[in-house]
């Protein structure tokens, strides 16, 4: 019983890949945060250029 316990605490073959699901996991949280941190900002600049677009034009808006 005690060589088990040994063996098995001694096994590394699942810690690699453990390792690398938590490390994709805390990029892509990290990711998640920029893109919805940037996205409204992305989205106000759209929204000036496209009525400094239409402001130039005097097209009336709809």
Do not use: F, W
Not at 29 to 38: E, H, R
Not at 49 to 58: E, F, I, P, S
């Amino acid at each position: 019983m005690k060589s088990i316990a040994i063996r098995i605490a001694a096994d590394q073959r699942g810690a690699t890949s453990i390792e690398y699901g938590l490390l994709a996991m805390q990029i892509g949280i990290a990711l998640l945060g920029t893109m919805m941190t940037m996205g409204n900002s992305v989205e106000s600049h759209y929204e000036t250029v496209g009525t400094q677009y239409h402001d130039a034009a005097n097209v009336p808006r709809n």
